[in-house]
């Protein structure tokens, strides 16, 4: 085939397609085609196909209608895929020149493939009688898209597949107006978008409308109209896709979109959808209520809440996002319009497109606030808790030390007690002892006395006796003075002894009849005729050696009489009941007191107030009283003025058994 008989062709693109195209020509493969490339326009000089045009030292150059001017330039090939340069280079070629748009370009690419293939597969013969027309029969009769061609109003070419999606037979549709398979709703504008492909201008390259099938049934389809010349005269080629099952799916996502949409609205957290730059593009209302912002002032922005410490959980997160992963549960902060710090815990996921690459993310933020709060305080009052007890604890452990130290120094002081309780039993006993030898000494000096004073009496008898009647009066007065002294002398040593012998034989423990006791006593005493003894009646019954009492009452009744110069001398014998159920027995007289002073010293032995020319006596009963009382486990003690009369308190236990014990 001669060149001068090629097509010669212009490429504006300097795309892969082109170079694609470039391939095939300069390969001649399709020799039939007859084309010779004459120039490229890109407005990229870097593009693949323009350098390799270059190389191949064809025309090249930015503006593609610097191709009008090439000489004998037959077709435009557009594969820059943009439609407003398809249609200005419609517009603008000079008339003779051809435009083969990148749709067209396309399909025509999509030929040569095959034909490529096919080609290697004939022989030479089928080769020689292959039509162009033929090719593009097996090309579009193989295509799963419909194609027709639409001339003057009627359906001029229709592929099976075109037939197929409006399950006409193809005879059934040639010379018939094509607008009749379009839904009636939907033939307003697609008659429209007709006109302008005819006229070249403003049309959308792919639409969507409604089909109408033979049976009358609705379908959908996606359309591609182009303008063609066909046997020379313009016609559109078009070009149907069946989207029905498509656009039932797109339904129904819409459908669970906003099924989708209404769960994010009614939820009560708050939640943000990001693209993945990380701009807002949706926020619910909660999201409004919480944070305060409304959509308006965030979608299409970055939202600037994220306190500066929250920063690397954050961080973590929007890494994870763009990994295409979600997270459940972080704990974070944000502000909220007005400023306030929230606690929040965010959960976020991955939203994919439909080509499952990820689109964006989710963020569902929990206002944990108030449970934070909750969480704290009730931190805060068991460490309260804990310290109150460590507080309670170190204050229990300083009484426990102070109640130990109280201990030690209690049991030292009770220690200290029973040795001076021992000191003091021994001293006693080492008194008592030294009190028992003493009484021992006493009675031995006494006893050894009696003998030598009565010898003294004796010679002084007789001394009397000799010389009675030659006594003078001096000398008679000289022998009752010694008379006298030796009689006093004889009665210290008796009552000396007397006193001595108190309690050295405790007689065994009587119940004692005390108002008998008291009569048999005073009657023995055989008092003077103007001494009044008073005994009381209803006496208790007192457990002790008869001796005992009896010195006591003996010595006490006694002085009372002595010790008085009344006329009328009285004496009142009684008892009363005392502290630590004793008894005090008491003998009261009319007679001439004692001065508070002489209390004590009176019960010492020979302790006297008076004279013996006063008063006769040795000085020695009331310490007899006093201890015959102390045998008896009892006290005495006594109450009186001088001039004013005395009363003697014996004070002894209801029973002597108790005290041996
Ligand atoms: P005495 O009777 O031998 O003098 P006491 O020991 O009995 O010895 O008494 C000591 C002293 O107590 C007595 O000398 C006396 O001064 C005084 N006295 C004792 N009893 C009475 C009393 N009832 N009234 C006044 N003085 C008393």
Known sequence: MADTKALNVAIVGGGPGC????????AKKLSQLRMSLIGVAATNPKAVGYRYAQEKGIFTTKDYRDLYGLKELNMIIEL??????????????????????HVAARLFWDVFQIEERRIAERTQAEEALRQSEEKYSILVESSLTGIYIDQDGKIVFANERFAAIYKYKRDELIGTDPRQLVHPEDRAFTNDIRKKRLRGNGAPSVYEARGLTKDGETIWVARRNTRIEYKGRPAILGNVVDVTEQKC???????????????????????VVYDMKGQGVYINPAFTRVFGWHSEELLGKKIDYVP??????????????LDGRGFLGIESRRYTKGGRLLDVDISAATYLNREGAPQGSIHILRDITDRKQAEEALKKAHDELEQRVEERTAKLAKITKQLKVELTERKRAEKA??????????EA????????????????????????????????????????????????????????????GEALIEDLLAFARVGRWIGPV??????????????????????????????????????????????????????NDSDHKRVEIGWRPAADGQRELFVQDNGIGIDPRHHERIFRVFQRLHTSEEYQGTGVGL???????????????????????????????????????
Request: aromatic share 6%.
């Open 429 to 488: 006993d080492e008194l008592q002892a030294a009190n028992e030898e003493l009484s021992q000494y006493a009675y031995v000096v006494s006893h050894d006395l009696k003998a030598p004073l009565r010898a003294v009496r004796n010679y002084s008898d007789f001394l009397r006796e000799d010389l009675e009647g030659t006594l003078d009066g001096d000398q008679k007065a000289y022998l009752d003075g010694l008379n006298r002294a030796v009689n006093q």
């Open 308 to 321: 500066d410490e929250n920063w690397p959980e954050t961080r973590m997160m929007i890494d994870k996002v």
């Open 510 to 563: 009587e119940r004692l009849d005390m108002s008998a006791l008291l009569k048999e006593l005073v009657t023995s005493l055989d008092l003077d005729k103007d001494v009044e003894v008073v005994i009381g009646k209803d006496w208790p019954t007192i457990e002790a050696d008869p001796t005992l009492v009896k010195q006591i009452f003996q010595n006490l009744i006694n002085n009372a009489i002595k010790f």
């Open 80 to 101: 820059t895929g943009r439609d407003d340069v398809a249609n200005q280079i419609a517009r603008a070629k000079p008339d003779h020149v051809r435009l083969m748009d």
């Open 249 to 271: 799916a797109e339904e129904q996502l819409r459908d669970s979109q906003e099924r989708y949409y209404a769960v994010l609205e009614a939820s009560p957290d708050p939640i």
């Open 623 to 661: 310490a007899i009283v006093k201890k015959a009382s102390s045998k008896l486990h009892g006290s005495v003690r006594l109450e009186s003025q001088a001039g004013e009369g005395s009363t003697f308190f014996v004070a002894l236990p209801e029973t002597q058994k108790e005290k041996e014990r």
């Open 417 to 426: 007690l029973r040795l001076a309780h021992r000191g003091l039993a021994i």
């Open 19 to 26: 170079k694609a195209i470039m391939d095939i020509i300069f």
